[in-house]
T-cell receptor, first 115, second 111 residues
Framework: DAGVIQSPRHEVTEMGQEVTLRCKPI?????LFWYRQTMMRGLELLIY????????DSGMPEDRFSAKMPNASFSTLKIQPSEPRDSAVYFC?????????????FGDGTRLSIL | DAKTTQPPSMDCAEGRAANLPCNHS???????VYWYRQIHSQGPQYIIH???NNETNEMASLIITEDRKSSTLILPHATLRDTAVYYC????????????FGSGTQLTVLP
């Protein structure tokens, strides 16, 4: 079975540019999560969706960050304008249902470097 | 979510069983024990989870003590590809709160 697919794997761009990260969750999974991982703060939940609807975006750091899920098989995380402190590894994860103790399955992440 | 304590690092010889301990003495009755691992440059990978019974899947076994205050993840025949940081997490079933990874245990499988 295909896992969670993220693209690009690496992104290097200059400060001020728009960055779009993409995620394809596992087919049939109702929940999609966006995380950010840094050495300083570890793994942080940014936002999660249920059936394409954003449920909790309290982890989104600023208005510069936005996330969409136009359909069940695709989500984007956008940063505009990007800043050096946004440099991190961004992970997308999906799970089958929230109840029933289903685990979250992660993609391999996008390593973002803002110069 | 209950706090967990794991040793910072462990070594294991290739082909031998790797036993990774986790203390979660403040676990409550509706909290599950989850294990994830993160291999360098990859996303966290789900391994196994359980409530109070021992569990086994194709990757590992999970042994939970009767009082549920500690658990052990067992990789029966460790390979070099099992070298990773292993995280023990305790959380309520159905919780969508973020997965909080502690420091974990760096397992190094030696040839």
């Amino acid at each position: 079975d295909a896992g969670v697919i993220q693209s690009p794997r690496h992104e290097v761009t200059e400060m001020g540019q728009e960055v779009t990260l993409r995620c394809k969750p596992i087919s049939g999974h109702d929940y999609l999560f966006w995380y950010r991982q840094t050495m300083m703060r570890g793994l942080e939940l940014l936002i999660y969706f249920n059936n394409n609807v954003p449920i909790d975006d309290s982890g989104m750091p600023e208005d510069r960050f936005s996330a969409k899920m136009p359909n069940a098989s695709f989500s984007t995380l956008k940063i505009q304008p990007s800043e050096p402190r946004d440099s991190a590894v961004y992970f997308c994860a999906s799970s089958l249902v929230l109840g029933g103790n289903q685990p979250q399955h992660f993609g391999d992440g996008t390593r973002l470097s803002i110069l | 979510d209950a706090k967990t304590t794991q040793p910072p690092s462990m070594d294991c010889a290739e082909g031998r069983a790797a036993n990774l301990p986790c203390n979660h003495s403040t676990i409550s009755g509706n909290e599950y024990v989850y294990w994830y691992r993160q291999i360098h440059s990859q996303g966290p990978q789900y391994i196994i989870h359980g409530l109070k019974n021992n569990e086994t899947n194709e990757m590992a076994s999970l042994i939970i003590t009767e009082d549920r205050k500690s658990s052990t993840l067992i990789l029966p025949h460790a390979t070099l590809r099992d070298t990773a940081v292993y995280y023990c997490i305790v959380r309520v079933s159905g919780s969508a709160r973020q997965l909080t990874f502690g420091s974990g245990t760096q397992l190094t499988v030696l040839p």
